[in-house]
């Protein structure tokens, strides 16, 4: 399976700033997603990053709170805007595996907001 | 709306002893079914993939896929402490690469 890295692997910001996430993948893949895991939760999906094009967003989640980047096959980007303490979660980046039938997880980003 | 429902435990269980982990699913179209494994602070891990009604069998997991009844379940034989975490059932639909998970089942293997 490919080798996701994710930045930074954990912060602790204010309310009312943004924070970057980027999601790095050792190999060329088509398929990326970005979940969110709130504590004591399982993981939603925000959205599927798609390269070239805006990202495809779930019902929930919209651009403006959560612009996502993906300028190639093996980087992509989200951005927790305007936070509240609401968005403290952890936030995952996947890939979909060789064959496109499984999706492996990065390390997580865990985000504090106060 | 699509959902996948877990108990959430804690699911006890001795060493050495078989745990069994269960999961529904509402969708019925769905057609791809995953466990992954989370270690407290880790994010999930793939462990066992299925398709297909009936058992799959990787080392001492077994994953059972009953579409009929709309259930899965991972068998783990000979339960090690190491098997101590949180276990999340995931489905995606034909054609589609979106996982819909479920809330997960702890698990804790007492030695």
């Known amino acids: 399976s490919a080798v996701i890295s994710q930045k930074p692997s954990r912060d602790i910001c204010q309310r009312g700033t943004s924070l970057t996430i980027q999601c790095q993948v050792d190999s060329q893949v088509t398929m990326m997603f970005w979940y969110r895991q709130q504590p004591g939760q399982s993981l939603t999906l925000i959205a599927t990053?798609?390269?070239?094009?805006?990202?495809?967003?779930e019902s929930g989640f919209v651009i403006d709170k959560f612009p996502i980047s993906r300028p190639n096959l093996t980087f992509s980007t989200l951005t927790v805007s305007n936070m509240s303490p609401e968005d403290s979660s952890i936030y995952l980046c996947?890939?979909?595996?060789?064959?496109?039938?499984?999706?492996?997880f990065g390390p997580g980003t865990r985000l504090l907001v106060l | 709306q699509k959902e996948v429902e877990q108990n959430s435990g804690p699911l006890s269980v001795p060493e050495g002893a078989i745990a069994s982990l269960n999961c529904t699913y509402s969708d019925r179209g769905s057609q791809s079914f995953f466990w992954y494994r989370q270690y407290s602070g880790k994010s999930p891990e793939l462990i066992m993939s299925?398709?297909?009604?009936g058992d799959k069998e990787d080392g001492r997991f077994t994953a059972q896929l009953n579409k009929a009844s709309q259930y899965v379940s991972l068998l783990i034989r000979d339960s090690q402490p190491s098997d101590s975490a949180t276990y999340l059932c995931a489905s995606s639909g034909a054609g589609s690469y979106q996982l819909t998970f479920g809330k997960g089942t702890k698990l804790s293997v007492i030695p």
């Open positions: 990053a798609n390269q070239g094009s805006e990202a495809t967003y």
């Open positions: 996947s890939v979909m595996g060789p064959g496109a039938e499984t999706q492996y």
């Open positions: 299925i398709y297909s009604n």
